[in-house]
């Protein structure tokens, strides 16, 4: 089945500064890519979602870019708020297959 | 719209014991499934259901009981509680696979 790394596990900027979480997936079959935001206490909401007819997508200061042939795609925040602070998790899942894999998580810290 | 409901929020449990985890959305949706979030470990899929009347085994699936009983709701039963069941359990749904997936509230179960 497919499996889903994500780095870095935490990541801690200033204000103002860009964060950016990268993922691997091992199937080549997969060809959506989501990204959820989980606040502390909270269930995932999704925030950014790429298919893999697209390279790359963005949502005000949120991007997220998808190498199909490196099985990688990462997120990518701009200008940082403490808002933005959360658990951010990507996934990946082929079409007509649920088994829709999760990263590990990046608790993202931004310092006021 | 309520979105999708669980109960109960918090459980405790004795080793041995069973339980049935309640998950209703009212959006429609097709497929609805069961994960499991543990510290470090991001959300791995117990189980699915791609469309009423079909269940499938996810990533962690031992353990675990489900029942689709109708399009809304979507239970999670354990029939004979362990420690190691000991997490966060979530119900999501979405309209059909490779869409974006909407969390209930989680439910926070302890084995003791």
């Known amino acids: ?112 | 719209n309520a979105g999708v409901t669980q109960t109960p929020k918090f459980q405790v449990l004795k080793t041995g014991q069973s339980m049935t985890l309640q998950c209703a959305q009212d959006m429609n949706h097709n497929s609805m499934y069961w994960y499991r979030q543990d510290p470090g470990m991001g959300l791995r899929l117990i189980y699915y259901s791609a469309s009423e009347g079909t269940t499938d085994k996810g990533e962690v699936p031992n353990g675990y009981n489900v029942s689709r009983l109708n399009k809304r709701e979507f239970s999670l039963r354990l029939e004979s509680a362990a420690p190691s069941q000991t997490s966060v359990y979530f119900c999501a749904s979405s309209e059909v696979q490779v869409t974006e997936a909407f969390f209930g509230q989680g439910t926070r179960l302890t084995v003791v």
């Not at chain 1, 870095?8 to 200033?14: A, D, E, I």
């Not at chain 1, 590990?104 to 810290?109: E, I, N, P, V």
């Open chain 1, 1 to 112: 089945g497919e499996n889903v790394e994500q780095h870095p596990s935490t990541l801690s900027v200033q204000e103002g500064d860009s964060a950016v979480i990268k993922c691997t997936y091992s199937d080549s079959a997969s060809n959506y890519f989501p990204w959820y935001k989980q606040e502390l206490g909270k269930r995932p909401q999704l925030i950014i979602d790429i298919r893999s007819n697209v390279g790359e997508k963005k949502d005000q200061r949120i991007a997220v870019t998808l190498n199909k042939t490196a099985k990688h795609f990462s997120l990518h925040i701009t200008e940082t708020q403490p808002e933005d602070s959360a658990v951010y998790f990507c996934a990946a899942s082929a079409y007509n297959n649920n088994d829709m894999r999760f990263g590990a998580g990046t608790r993202l810290t931004v310092k006021p």
